[in-house]
C-alpha cells in the first residue's frame, strides 16, 4: 500500500531551527510537495521537490532522497508564526497526492 | 502563483437540505481537479478526482450520489452535497492541477466549512 510517516507533533523555541521529517513508499513517483496548514484555513504551498537534494527559499529548506524515500523540511530562525501543522504529499505514478498525516509545530518563545 | 478560487468560505445549512461549493482556477487550465474533505484534527482525505468533461472518480467509501461533482469546464469544478446531515459538518477543500512552469502542481482553494444543523 501506499504510506506518509511523519512525526504527530514537535516543538521548538522561537529563533531556532526545526527540521520535519517525511518519510513514503509509494506506487510510483513524480514529485514531494511541503504544505503549511493554519488551523481552519487550507494548505499553502511551500516547497516541491522531484530531484535528489536540497531546495532553498529563504527560511525553509526542504530536501529530498529517492533512493531512501525520505524528505525533510528546514525552518530557520523560527517565528511565532510559523506554528502551524506542515503536511507532506507525494505525487504518484498517477499524478495524485498521497498525503501524510502531518506534523503539528508548536513554537514556543 | 496560479490562483484557485473557492466558494463559500463558509456555509450553515439545515439538515435535509443541499450545498453547492465551486472552484475555480482563475489564471490557469485546470485539467484536474480534486476534492477533500478534512475532519478537525485529521489529515486531508481525498473524496474524488475529476477530469474535464468526463464523470468523476471517487474513493472508496465516498457516495457518489451523496456527493455530486461537476467538472464542466477547465476553470469550474462544483461539489454538491444534497440531502446534508450533521455528520456531512467538515472542512472541504478542491485543489487544481494543470502543467505550471514545467511541472505539475497542485493548487488549492480557500477551503469551505460546512455546518450542518
Known amino acids: 500500500g501506499q504510506n506518509i510517516d511523519q512525526p504527530t507533533e514537535m516543538t521548538a523555541t522561537e529563533g531556532a531551527i526545526v527540521q520535519i521529517n517525511c518519510t513514503y513508499q509509494t506506487s510510483g513517483f513524480n514529485g514531494l510537495f511541503w504544505y503549511q496548514q493554519h488551523a481552519g484555513e487550507a494548505p499553502t504551498f511551500l516547497s516541491y521537490?522531484?530531484l535528489d537534494g536540497l531546495e532553498e527559499k529563504g527560511r525553509f529548506s526542504s530536501f529530498l532522497s529517492r533512493s531512501k524515500g525520505y524528505s525533510y523540511l528546514l525552518l530557520k530562525e523560527l517565528q511565532m508564526k510559523d506554528s502551524a501543522s506542515y503536511l507532506c504529499?507525494?505525487?504518484?505514478?498517477?499524478?495524485?497526492?498521497?498525503w501524510g498525516a502531518g506534523t503539528k509545530l508548536i513554537i514556543k518563545p | 502563483g496560479a490562483v484557485v478560487s473557492q466558494h463559500p468560505s463558509w456555509v450553515i445549512c439545515k439538515s435535509g437540505t443541499s450545498v453547492k461549493i465551486e472552484c475555480r482556477s482563475l489564471d490557469f487550465q485546470a485539467t484536474t481537479m480534486f476534492w477533500y474533505r478534512q475532519f478537525p484534527k485529521q489529515s486531508l482525505m481525498l473524496m474524488a478526482t475529476?477530469?474535464?468533461?468526463?464523470?468523476?472518480?471517487?474513493e472508496q467509501g465516498v457516495e457518489k450520489d451523496k456527493f455530486l461533482i461537476n467538472h464542466a469546464s477547465l476553470t469550474l469544478s462544483t461539489l454538491t452535497v444534497t440531502s446534508a446531515h450533521p455528520e456531512d459538518s467538515s472542512f472541504y477543500i478542491c485543489?487544481?492541477?494543470?502543467?505550471?512552469?514545467?511541472?505539475?502542481?497542485?493548487?488549492f482553494g480557500q477551503g469551505t466549512r460546512l455546518t450542518v444543523v
Open positions: 475529476s477530469n474535464e468533461g468526463s464523470k468523476a472518480t471517487y
Open positions: 504529499a507525494v505525487q504518484d505514478s498517477n499524478y495524485q497526492l498521497i
Open positions: 485543489s487544481a492541477s494543470g502543467r505550471s512552469d514545467s511541472k505539475t502542481e497542485a493548487f
Open positions: 521537490n522531484v
